[in-house]
């Protein structure tokens, strides 16, 4: 969640009485349970899962029954029929990121399509304001984008997958790059090596303060290489040693995706931005960034009515 926010929520769990101490507290005031590690897995998957299945179709689906015009995300997944997850190795060459969805879908909505019910969650883009959002119409009316966070989500999300069935791809550098650094840097990247490796990497110590890069992550090779090294050296030391590297990966990858998203003022076209609409659909979690902020919002068309006092 952004900064300083935390849920709140009501939680209704049933097990069996035997399973639960209910004399610990005097008042009551709480219980313990007899496997309390069991009870915590449990509860643990369950909301990572529900979580982690909300896509933009769910709260487009909680809003329409709700009509409530806020962002708030839902956790029962609905069909619309979209594609599943991408595959790993759609992570292989994030360049054509866009490319492989250039012309899926119509550069605007038409009648027939609303009637028949055929438009996406997100809509199809429309325009790109001041090189930052992305504004799409869709069924309900119209869809604000933000395109670094959306792309930063979705890029971190096939890293992660990527990790986890095969690891992170990565391609050789044409010309290796040096890059000065502090000695202190140039020992972590010499002892982090494999996590390196692990990470798409191949650096190598070249003197004292200096260090050689010579292979990258595909899907990061037009980011600037430096600053990501450096960003990730800098995680690298903050965490120190290898078991608190290894609980902290995802917040590795994380930083590593900011890298590789699209910055603010690059002027998309209009299959573009659709790509990306496509892509966050089909992308977990893709309501948020990776620092919890919204990637995406929705103005009904009678909110807009609101704004302009149409039929009163």
Same mark, same amino acid.
């Given at each position: ?50 979580? @982690? ?62 009637? @028949? ?139 590593? @995706? ?55």
């Amino acid at each position: 969640l952004y900064h300083g926010r935390h849920p709140a929520f009501v939680l209704y769990f049933e097990c069996d009485p035997a399973n639960v101490d209910v004399n610990v507290h005097p008042t009551k005031h709480e219980v313990r349970f007899r496997d309390g590690r069991q009870v915590h897995d449990f509860l643990f998957r369950s909301l990572h899962r529900a979580l @982690a299945d909300t896509r933009p179709d769910d709260v487009l689906a909680r809003k329409a029954e709700s009509s409530t015009p806020a962002y708030e995300p839902s956790y029962s997944q609905q069909s619309f029929g979209l594609p599943g997850q991408p595959s790993p190795s759609a992570i292989g060459d994030q360049r054509s990121f866009y490319e492989s969805l250039r012309n899926s879908a119509p550069a605007e909505l038409t009648p027939s399509q609303t009637a @028949a019910g055929e438009v996406p969650p997100l809509g199809y883009a429309l325009a790109q304001l001041k090189g930052i959002y992305i504004l799409a119409e869709n069924a309900e009316g119209l869809v604000l984008v933000d395109m670094h966070a959306a792309h930063e989500r979705i890029t971190y999300e096939r890293m992660k997958t990527a990790r986890e069935e095969g690891g992170i791809r990565s391609q050789p550098l044409l010309v290796p790059l040096t890059l000065a650094v502090s000695q202190r840097e140039a020992d972590c990247a010499e002892q982090q090596s494999e996590h390196f490796a692990e990470l798409g990497f191949e650096i190598t110590r070249a003197g004292t303060e200096s260090l050689l890069i010579r292979q990258v992550p595909i899907a990061l090779a037009d980011a600037d290489i430096p600053s990501l090294v450096r960003d990730v050296l800098a995680d690298l030391i903050e965490y120190g040693s290898s078991d608190r590297i290894r609980a902290h990966e995802n917040e590795i990858l994380s930083t590593m @995706a900011c890298h590789g998203s699209v910055r603010a003022n690059r002027r998309l076209t209009i299959p573009e931005m659709n790509a990306l609409l496509r892509d966050m659909e089909a992308t977990e979690r893709s309501g948020q960034c990776n620092h919890g902020r919204p990637t995406w919002t929705q103005l009904r068309l009678e909110e807009l009515d609101k704004l302009f006092l149409r039929g009163r």
